[in-house]
């Protein structure tokens, strides 16, 4: 198991850009895939995007483009950069974990969450 502590939320006008970070704590981290869901009011979380522990990285269509997954293994932690933020993008922002080389989409291959993030993004 790992611990897993978002930060870098906020609110944040349209056309705006937002760095989240996730870092992790505990186990090695090393062999773990890591992915951002997001759950606006509402609405089912989901699959944001994700970075497996050799590097390959997936992206939701509504995001691609605007979003950058990036991860540092030496400091534990992953990024989700966001750009051309708009009103959809709305949603606290989850960081998961999964020790495995395949990278999920679902919310019940992740056994590893984060406590969340708030993101608003004002029109």
């Known amino acids: 198991q790992v611990q897993l502590v978002e930060s870098g939320g906020g609110l944040v006008q349209a056309g705006g850009s937002l760095r989240l970070s996730c870092v992790a704590s505990g186990r090695t981290f090393s062999t773990y895939t890591v992915a951002w869901f997001r759950q606006a009011p509402g609405k089912e979380r989901e699959f944001v995007g994700g970075?497996?522990?050799?590097?390959?990285?997936d992206y939701s269509t509504s995001v691609k483009g605007r979003f950058t997954i990036s991860r540092d293994s030496a400091k534990k932690t992953v990024y989700l950069q966001m750009n051309s933020l708009n009103p959809a993008d709305t949603a606290v922002y989850y960081c998961?974990?999964?020790?495995?080389?395949?990278?999920?989409?679902?919310?019940?291959?992740?056994?590893?969450w984060g406590q969340g993030t708030q993101v608003t993004v004002s029109s």
């Open positions: 970075i497996t522990w050799n590097g390959n990285i």
């Open positions: 998961v974990a999964r020790n495995g080389v395949l990278l999920k989409t679902t919310t019940y291959d992740y056994n590893n």
